[in-house]
């Protein structure tokens, strides 16, 4: 048995709850092991302690007094909530405002490039192709027209 096994087991060694084999294995480890010892006797104490304090019995309003604190609070909560809603909405509102002003402001200042005289010249090439009955994608011996005359 190893350490970390002997110190799950010792609250119910201590209350005889073990089988035989656990608690022989048990006090073997402890024999041989001091720091589960000091654990053993410090939970020991502990137990012992805690079974001489005196229990108390609480008022018979304990309850109903307790449940009114506990809801005042949560009601004081959700108070405080709503007071600070207007603020947190602004807030959100003016932050939404900027982000799509300097992103107006971004896209204005950005310009798109011009026309390439290649994709132009393509283009063309590729409408006069077609004008011309071919089918400029799939027809592989395309004659181009120089120009629109005629057609």
Known sequence: MNCKNAQLLLSAYLDSELTGSEMHRLRKHLSDCDCCRQE?????????????????????DFEERL?????????????GWNRSWPLVSGVALITAALTLLVMNHLSDSVQTAPKQGNVVASELRRDQTTLAGANPIFDSSTSFPTGYEGK
Request: glycine content about 0%; charged content about 30%.
């Open 40 to 60: 053993e006797t410090e939970l020991r104490t502990l137990k012992s302690i805690l079974t001489d304090v005196p229990q108390v019995t609480p008022p018979d």
């Open 67 to 79: 449940c009114s604190l506990v809801f005042a609070q949560k009601r004081s909560d959700d108070e």
